[in-house]
């Protein structure tokens, strides 16, 4: 039995416990392997179900989730009823440009068309499931409210994560832990047939399927990818789980995969790290009109890319900064509620307070919240060009500071594939049989990922494995 936390909002509440299926339980043969439990692959399952298939989700970590558990601001989607009822007219053409000029124009143009016209189609399969994400946010490098998430602004990751095992429970869908995909099985004529699994006792089983669906993250927590691919953040600090190693690029790579970009590693600009271990803030924070400070001053526009405020905030004397925001900032982010219980937040009765905790010259911080203040009274931002999260000034009391800086965060490059989430050779031909969804394919993101776009990718690529799955055992 696997625990979940409690969630809170929409229609996933209460505690759950998640049964998971023992190795000895395993049948020879599955319609389909899906190797991750994260959001992707359970996503993947639920819909092969669907539509008729026998799928097992193999996880090697003891628990179920992977990175999405760690997901906190929302799922990117336009054109939807949610953006509408909040007033916001949004168009399928303005999400895919924004998100290609955040990626340095560097996105697979397929991938992008396909991911920015089916987000919404994602978003209502969630809604049939009763998973609701009915409030919004913003994200750096969006115009528009885009980032959906439960009514009760709860982290959305653990959210999906439960409302997928729900939904896997209530079908008898077999899911097993603690169980390391070796490697794939290829037929004489390169056809997929399987995997070999080693379980935690050391044994090991073969398990046959037509198609195989590689849904097992990026590599943000191994040291050697990052030593071959991007030495330079050897140094840096991650948000990634320990399970983030790679696993399915190796065995992609294995059978012939073409792997692609895969130098391009995204550093989130707002991690707390001054603990052990080391806690992504996220971007909703900002979105809903948290200011970064560095000596009581502004010094980026919050809301621009990933890229550019990291190395804005890495280009500092002291290469981090603080985030300071108000009560009313924390009322429309439920994570900070977390980040308060675990001690990552300063807090104090006024500005003028604040600053003394942190360091900062009283009268440069109060200058810089005035200003910011006068600046969301007129809609407008002339020191630093920021368009959007003008929703409230930083008024009320009490006021917050978190500690930030930059970690490694997420692998935009890995397994080349096309729209239909078919894996490609090096020589651009169709692996029969493999698929891969969600961080361990590359190509959607380019140079830079757009805060949430990984959970929208999750549900909108797992959705694709899953129907692609059930083409290819009919054509076969």
Not at 254 to 283: K, R, S, W, Y
Request: proline share 3%.
């Amino acid at each position: 039995m696997v625990a979940s936390t409690n969630i809170l909002g929409g229609k996933i509440v209460g505690a759950f416990s998640f049964s998971t299926t023992a190795p000895e339980k395993l049948q020879d043969k599955y319609d389909v392997v899906i190797v991750g439990s994260g959001a992707t692959g359970l996503t993947c399952a639920l819909q092969a179900h669907e539509l008729g298939l026998q799928p097992l989700v193999v996880e090697k970590m003891a628990k179920i989730g992977g990175n999405t558990n760690r997901a906190s601001s929302g799922m990117n989607a336009a054109e939807t009823n949610v953006q509408l009822q909040h007033g916001i007219v949004d168009s399928f053409a303005e999400f895919y440009q924004e998100t290609y000029h955040g990626g340095g124009y560097l996105n697979d143009p397929q991938l992008l068309r396909y991911f920015s016209t089916h987000a919404v189609l994602a978003l209502d399969w969630l809604s049939a499931h009763g998973i609701e994400l009915s409030d919004l946010t913003l994200t750096g490098g969006m115009s528009k409210k885009r980032a959906h998430r439960p009514a009760s602004t709860a982290p959305i990751g653990a959210f999906l994560i439960q409302g997928l095992l729900q939904a896997l429970q209530q079908q008898k869908i077999p899911l097993v832990t603690e169980t390391t995909v070796t490697r794939l099985l290829r037929s004489t004529s390169g056809a997929t047939q399987g995997v070999e699994v080693k379980f935690a006792d050391g044994t090991k089983k073969t398990l046959h399927s037509k198609v195989v669906v590689l849904a097992t993250g990026g590599f943000g927590a191994s040291k050697e990818l990052l030593q071959k691919y991007r030495p330079d953040l050897l140094g840096y600090r991650t948000t990634n789980h320990a399970g983030a190693t790679g696993d399915g690029l190796r065995l992609a790579h294995q059978v012939g995969a073409e792997l692609m970009q895969m130098n391009l590693i995204q550093v989130h600009p707002t991690v707390q790290q001054d603990n052990p271990h080391a806690f992504l803030i996220g971007e909703a924070v900002r979105g809903e009109g948290a200011l970064l400070v560095s000596k009581g001053k502004r010094f980026v526009n919050e809301l621009d890319t990933r890229r550019i405020v990291s190395n804005q905030i890495t280009a500092l004397p002291e290469k981090s900064a603080y985030l300071v925001f108000d009560q009313q900032v924390r009322e429309r982010v439920k994570a900070i509620d977390f980040y308060l219980k675990i001690g990552l937040v300063v807090t104090a009765s006024s500005i003028a307070e604040l600053a003394q905790k942190v360091g900062f010259e009283v009268a440069k911080l109060e200058e810089t919240v005035k200003t910011w203040n006068q600046a969301v009274e007129r809609g407008l931002d002339p020191q630093f060009g920021r368009t959007t999260g003008f929703g409230n000034g930083l008024t009320t009391a009490p006021y917050y500071a978190i500690h930030v800086a930059p970690a490694v965060h997420y692998t935009m490059g890995g397994i080349h594939i096309n729209e239909k989430t078919q894996v490609l050779d090096g020589n651009g031909d169709v692996i029969p049989g493999l698929l891969a969804a969600g961080e361990v394919a590359g190509g959607l993101h380019g140079n830079n990922r757009i805060g949430g776009n990984s959970i929208a990718e999750t549900i909108v690529f797992g959705r694709q494995a899953g129907q692609q799955a059930k083409v290819f055992t009919e054509q076969g």
